[in-house]
Structures are given as structure tokens and as C-alpha cells.
């Protein structure tokens, strides 16, 4: 009988034992920033540093989510468009200067793909506002002034504290970049205060650092029509950031989406592809290469993703399907079995060359 009871006492061990492993504990918030659902997962043993990193994370989320939004009037991004406007430089912090100088050199490394000087394009097509996208579609004539106009980060001259265009039709729009950015400041505040793994997905767009317990963070790549179109376990440090034309868009007279994504060099929605998801190791990068290829064309894409320095691509348009980079291929599970797979190598070029 007391040995019956020590083995339900060994059985309650070892289950204890399993349930509490070397991993650390876990702790998860949910909250809403940057028009979306932001969740962020951390593990630790101590609670204080769990509770310091989620605290930290939802500071940076609430602070750099309001002053590098462009389309509030209040914000840090929308008094330096005012300034700009008026052919005036303007006072400007040193995150949101250190955050331009990065997006300068992303928007030079494609080709001009991605543009974040693209703010008047934006307001002309609509998009600056929430859905749902009515009213006139924009003048042809509005949107050849914008392209002769030729607004682009080249002319911004970006001092310690202080930011000027010599270009007044320069209208910033950190859209395509700065949920990226907020994630990799939100990740880096959480490691200076001892956490090593976490997760923060702001609807669907993520980036870990660490792992999530003995295995690495798990991801979903959604499908662009419904459900899932893979997982992939995320080695620490990478981004996961997908742009497409179905989340976001308005509707040409003949019935054909109009994407939120504007072709820099058209001044028209990105014709490139459906849906495009990136892997990088930064989410700045993924979230601004994810944008430039949504613009750049069947042909073109590889070599726009090499000069971005990305890890991975998985492109989806009507013309080609799925298409993506061999490498990436070996590391996706769960492919929808029903699509055709195009792979491609990436270019081992080198960046293009940039300030
Ligand atoms: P999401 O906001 O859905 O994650 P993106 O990261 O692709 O999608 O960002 C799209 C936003 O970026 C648009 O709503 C617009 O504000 C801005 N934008 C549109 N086209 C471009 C472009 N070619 N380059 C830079 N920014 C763009
Ligand atoms: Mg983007």
C-alpha cells in the first residue's frame, strides 16, 4: 500500500515536472494600436521582468503609433507635413529622424517601390481615411500633377533635430514601414529589460526574438482568399510581414479592386501581385520590402527582394500564382496542396548602392 502510494507520488512529481519545465512561465496582452489588434506573448521566469517588457511594448506601440501616423492632425508626422508644405523645415524628435533615414534608404534599395514621400498620392486615391473607400475615383489630371511633381525622400534633408524637403509636394507616409519599425523598437525596449523570447503580432505581421519554449515561434501565412496558406516556425530575430490588395481597397467602375498600395511610378494601385509575404531580420525591412513587392513586377521581384537584403518571399498574383524563393520552400508546412508552386532563386546580388 505505501508503495502503491510513493508511485502516485512519483507520478505526481514527474507530471508536475513536465508541466512546469525549464522553459520559463508565459504571459500574453492583448491591446489595440495602429488600427489593429496587437497581441504580445513573452517568456520568463520572473514576473517582474515579464510585467516590465509588456509594459515597455505597449509605451512604444502607443507612442510611436500616434506621432508617426500621418493623418491625424495632431500628430509629430502630421506637423512636419504641414511645415514640408509650406516649403518650411520643421523641429522633429531623434526616433522619428532615425526612422526617415531608414526608409530613405529602403525606398532607394527599391528601385522607389516603396516611397514614403507618397503622402499626396495616398490622400488623392482616399486611403488616408479608414473603409470604406466611396466617393469619385481621382482626376487623371490630379494624378499626373502628383507624378511630375515627382515627390520622393532624395531631397529631405534630415539634420539632428530638424527635417526640410526641398521638394514642398513631399508628403510623408510611414504607412508601409512603421508597424514594422514600432515592432522592432517595441522587441528591442523588452530585451533591455532582461527578456530574451517573445512574440508581437500585430495583426498578422510579426516578429520574435528567442523561442517559444523548446521549439521556435510558430506562424500562420494566411491565404489572400480565406484560411490558411502555410505555418512556419520563425528562427529568432526574423519579421514576418505580409501587404496585399484585399484587406484594404476600393472599387474600379468595372468592378476591379483598387489595393491601398499605390505604384510610385503609376501613380495607380500596384498591379504586381495579389499578395506578398516577406521574411527578414528586421521587421522594418520586412514590412517596407513586403510593400515593394506588392508593386514590383513577375519578373522583377527576385532582384528587388535581393537588393532589400530579405531572407525570404512568397508572392501570389493571378498571372503566375505562387511563387517563392527556393530556400523558403524547405522551411514552410502545412502548404495548401492545391497550389501550384513556382520556385525561384534570389539573386545574390548585392544592395543597391545607397546613402
Ligand atoms: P498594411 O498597412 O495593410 O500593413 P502596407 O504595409 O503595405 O500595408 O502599407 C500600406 C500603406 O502604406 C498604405 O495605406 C499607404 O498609406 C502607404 N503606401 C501605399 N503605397 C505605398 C508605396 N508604394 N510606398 C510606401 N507607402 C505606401
Ligand atoms: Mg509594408
Excluded at 516611397?115 to 479608414?130: C, S
Excluded at 523548446?214 to 496558406?229: D, M, Y
Amino acid at each position: 500500500m505505501v508503495a502503491a502510494a510513493l508511485k502516485r507520488f512519483h507520478g505526481l512529481l514527474l507530471c508536475l515536472a513536465i508541466a512546469a519545465p525549464a522553459w520559463g512561465q508565459v504571459e500574453r496582452t492583448e491591446f489595440r494600436a495602429m488600427g489593429t489588434r496587437i497581441e504580445i506573448i513573452v517568456r520568463d521566469d520572473d514576473p517582474a521582468v515579464r510585467r516590465a517588457a509588456l509594459d515597455e511594448a505597449r509605451h512604444r506601440f502607443e507612442r510611436y503609433g500616434r506621432d508617426w501616423y500621418a493623418w491625424r492632425d495632431d500628430s509629430e508626422l502630421a506637423r512636419v507635413n504641414r511645415a514640408l508644405a509650406g516649403g518650411r523645415s520643421a523641429p522633429a524628435s531623434s526616433a522619428l529622424i532615425e526612422l526617415l533615414h531608414e526608409a530613405r534608404t529602403l525606398w532607394c534599395r527599391s528601385g522607389g517601390r516603396f516611397n514614403p514621400a507618397i503622402g499626396g498620392l495616398v490622400e488623392l486615391w482616399g486611403f488616408h481615411r479608414p473603409p470604406p473607400y466611396e466617393g469619385p475615383l481621382p482626376d487623371e489630371s490630379a494624378i499626373e500633377h502628383w507624378l511630375a511633381s515627382d515627390p520622393d525622400p532624395a531631397g529631405l534633408q534630415l539634420g539632428d533635430a530638424v527635417v526640410a524637403s526641398d521638394n514642398p509636394a513631399v508628403r510623408l507616409d510611414l504607412g508601409a514601414i512603421a508597424k514594422g519599425a514600432v515592432i522592432d523598437r517595441a522587441l528591442a525596449a523588452m530585451r533591455a529589460t532582461g527578456l530574451e523570447h517573445a512574440m508581437i503580432n500585430a495583426g498578422g505581421d510579426l516578429a520574435v526574438i528567442g523561442r517559444a519554449d523548446g521549439r521556435p515561434w510558430r506562424a500562420a501565412i494566411r491565404h489572400p482568399e480565406a484560411g490558411l496558406l502555410a505555418t512556419i516556425e520563425l528562427a529568432p530575430g526574423e519579421a514576418l510581414f505580409t501587404s496585399g490588395d484585399y484587406e484594404r481597397f476600393r472599387e474600379a467602375e468595372d468592378g476591379r479592386r483598387l489595393g491601398h498600395v499605390l505604384d510610385p511610378r503609376t501613380g495607380r494601385p500596384a498591379r504586381g501581385a495579389i499578395q506578398v509575404s516577406v521574411i527578414a531580420d528586421s521587421g522594418t525591412r520586412a514590412d517596407a520590402a513586403a510593400t515593394a513587392l506588392l508593386v514590383a513586377s513577375a519578373d522583377k521581384w527576385p532582384e528587388v527582394a535581393a537588393s532589400l537584403e530579405v531572407v525570404h518571399v512568397l508572392r501570389m498574383s493571378t498571372a503566375k500564382g505562387l511563387q517563392m524563393d527556393e530556400r523558403l520552400a524547405a522551411r514552410l508546412e502545412r502548404l495548401d496542396p492545391s497550389l501550384a508552386t513556382r520556385l525561384r532563386p534570389l539573386p545574390a546580388t548585392p544592395p543597391r548602392e545607397c546613402r
